[in-house]
């Protein structure tokens, strides 16, 4: 019954922006670290930004501080903002997450959501 769903993927320009959330669903228990990777087709997935338990943030060195990562503790959602976007950040970008169920403590995957950078 847990999961984690992803939105805000879509078509942008080059320079343009995005943002991308994550909600978990379901009976949760508890939260920990939660991340944001990406995956571009024929390539391996690689991570983009995560998110500890304590709230430090970081972010892989390719983005060069274009994306910013955000939690709304309050709605268990984190965001992934999007700036000056890149034809070569077009990827799948999936929303990863260490959550408690009923049943104890597992790693999830959200199903994806496509960003598509082109003119």
């Known amino acids: 019954q847990v999961q984690l769903v992803e939105s805000g993927g879509g078509l942008v320009q080059p320079g343009g922006s995005l943002r991308l959330s994550c909600e978990p669903s379901?009976?949760?228990?508890?939260?920990?670290?939660m991340a944001w990777y990406r995956q571009a087709p024929g390539q391996q997935r690689e991570l983009v930004a995560l998110i500890s338990s304590d709230g430090i943030i970081k972010y892989t060195d390719f983005l060069k501080g274009r994306f910013t990562m955000s939690r709304d503790d309050a709605k268990n959602t984190v965001y992934l903002q999007m700036n000056s976007l890149k034809p070569e950040d077009t990827a799948v970008y999936y929303c990863n997450g260490q959550l408690r169920s009923n049943t104890g403590w597992r790693n999830y995957w959200g199903q994806g959501t496509q960003v598509t950078v082109s003119s």
């Open positions: 379901g009976s949760i228990f508890g939260i920990d670290a």
